[in-house]
């Protein structure tokens, strides 16, 4: 989970880091905390990548403002999945709302702002917890909660992804390394099965919420 802190304040900036430091590590979560004080082509690059993120976004910076990132984010990245978390001195909600940009939360600095900003991290971290992706290849991705199963193709270096949505979708990976990216339970071999998305086993069978059925025996 990668963590975008963008103020130009360094002293807040490192406050708010380790406010994200304290979180991640009591919850055992696998980060990285990015800081930035200004946009720059490093941060440009980070934005246009297809990782989701969690930013978190001073409003008043050097040389671009924070409504421009958020534009940017959502606009030019073309990213709707990230999570935007407003930070400012002044309250200015209605401004940033009006925009809509899908901002996640709006945080007054001198207002309560690290019980704020810690229950809000810990809301979002759960929101992007429970909602991972698979990535299938540039352009298309798979909710890891949304699959039932997948099974090697035979003969072929592709496994099809089934979804609880009735989807099929080829993939150009190995079991095995699906397997040890997903943590789904491997079967005869050539299947992994998402326990979750179970709603019949016995010895001889699984019938999934979409209805497929799969003889195990």
């Known amino acids: 989970m990668k963590i975008i802190v963008i103020d130009n304040n360094q002293e807040y900036n490192n406050f708010i880091c380790n406010i994200v430091t304290k979180l991640m590590f009591k919850n055992d979560y696998e980060y990285q905390i990015l800081p930035f004080y200004k946009y720059n082509n490093r941060l440009k690059r980070i934005i246009h990548d297809k990782d989701i993120k969690i930013f978190i976004v001073d409003l008043k910076l050097q040389n671009k403002s924070g409504y421009d990132i958020c534009r940017e984010i959502r606009e030019e990245a073309n990213d709707w999945n990230s999570i935007i978390i407003i930070s400012s001195a002044y309250n200015q909600k209605e401004d940033i709302i009006s925009l809509r940009l899908l901002v996640f ?7 309560n702002f690290e019980e704020n900003l810690i229950e ?5 971290t759960n929101i ?15 909710a890891i909660n949304d699959i039932c199963y997948i099974k090697k193709i035979k003969n072929s270096k592709y496994c099809s992804i089934n979804t609880i949505h009735n989807d099929r979708v080829k993939i150009r990976r190995s079991l095995k390394s699906l397997e040890k990216e997903l943590k789904f339970k491997k079967i005869k071999n050539y299947l992994l099965l998402n ?23």
């Open 105 to 111: 939360t709006y945080l007054v600095k001198f207002n």
């Open 195 to 217: 326990d979750s998305n179970i709603s019949f086993k016995s010895k001889e069978e699984v019938i999934f919420k979409n209805n497929d059925k799969i003889d195990i025996y």
């Open 120 to 124: 809000t991290l810990e809301k979002a």
């Open 128 to 142: 992007l917890e429970n909602n991972k992706f698979l990535k299938v290849d540039k352009s298309t991705k798979v």
